[in-house]
């Protein structure tokens, strides 16, 4: 059996920048003085007068992003995820999200999978804080090909967008010519009946290997990617719920705020369904491996099956 691919979604960031600053003359780069990080510098090799390192002043970054806008420029301003939407989250709320510029966050690290950096580091709030800035794009991609995809839309769309990436290298799942990424609008990866997983980031595919384990227990177990967690694609998610009865939700994210929040919010008010929110359980991370933490936390697809079995 041959091994399966794997790449880091913030290699993917950097490598759809250089790729669409070869198309657009508008798309800039800003990043705060971590550009090997966040692999800006892919882009920073190709286009260098497009690319601006602000140094360590993540807030002081996205007030020059918003300048930008202002003059027609498309600016993608990058930096880990607690310091883009943590630190900078006033900077972002009133002078990108407020004017509703046309801002593209690309933060990269997300999550306990950050791994070494340790608590400090693993933002697992991003996605909550993003959330409840009105217009904000929220975009959470699983893979190589899906984080692509995202930052063409993002440069697409009209309004700011919040990208989420990752430092651990994950399985690409999306390599078939039937996959077509559309803000908005979840994938059904697999058909099931007992039960809906709702996944988002590189949890989707631990959802994947999950199900595959609950099949053999006799738990038909339908799979749903969910990349764009603002706006959530309520219909599916609806539909889902209406089909199989119950629903799971999984991210590498707080369960506060997040996936599971906002699947929730949507089936109160449309669908009233037994839920199961599978993630980080209001605690912070800790320094470790990125695998190990993915474990520890129940995150990988053994931990999602084993509470997914315990539930139903």
């Not at 497009?50 to 003059?71: K, P, Q, S």
């Not at 880990?80 to 966050?105: C, D, T, W």
């Not at 804080?129 to 697409?156: C, F, H, Q, W």
Request: a negative charge.
């Amino acid at each position: 059996m041959s091994e399966v691919k794997k790449i880091a979604t913030r290699q993917s960031y950097g490598n759809a920048l250089a790729e669409l600053g070869a198309e657009h003359d508008n798309l800039v780069v800003l990043d705060a003085d971590l550009a090997n990080a966040t692999k800006t510098d892919t882009f920073k090799k190709v286009f260098p007068d497009r690319h601006i390192d602000c140094g360590i002043a993540e807030c002081n970054m996205m007030g020059i992003a918003a300048g930008l806008a202002t003059t027609g420029k498309v600016p993608f301003v990058s930096t880990f995820a607690m310091f883009a939407s943590g630190r900078a989250f006033e900077q972002v709320r009133n002078s990108i999200g407020y004017p509703h510029l046309n801002v593209k966050i690309g933060a990269t690290h997300a999550g306990i999978s950050v791994g070494e950096d340790g608590a400090s580091h693993q933002c697992n709030e991003d996605l909550a804080l993003m959330r409840t800035i009105p217009g904000m794009v929220v975009v959470n991609p699983s893979d190589d090909i899906e984080a692509k995809a995202a930052v063409k839309a993002a440069y697409e769309h009209e309004g700011p967008v919040y990208l989420r990436f990752g430092r651990l290298a994950v399985p690409v799942i999306n390599d078939n010519p039937d996959y077509k990424f559309e803000l908005g609008k979840g994938v059904v990866l697999k058909e099931g009946t007992d039960v809906t997983i709702i996944a988002t980031g590189l949890c989707v595919s631990s959802a994947l290997e999950a199900a595959e384990m609950l099949e053999k227990d006799g738990v038909s177990a339908k799979v749903v990617n969910i990349h764009t967690i603002k706006p959530l694609d309520e219909d599916l998610v609806v539909a889902c719920a209406k089909e199989t009865g119950k629903v799971v939700t999984v991210e590498e994210h707080s369960v506060i705020g997040g996936l599971g929040s906002a699947v929730c919010d949507a089936l109160c008010a449309k669908a009233p369904t037994p839920v199961l929110k599978i993630g980080v359980q209001d605690v912070f991370g800790e320094s470790g491996p990125a695998v190990e933490l993915l474990k520890k936390y129940k995150l990988d697809g053994a931990g999602v099956y084993e509470q997914i079995k315990a539930w139903v």
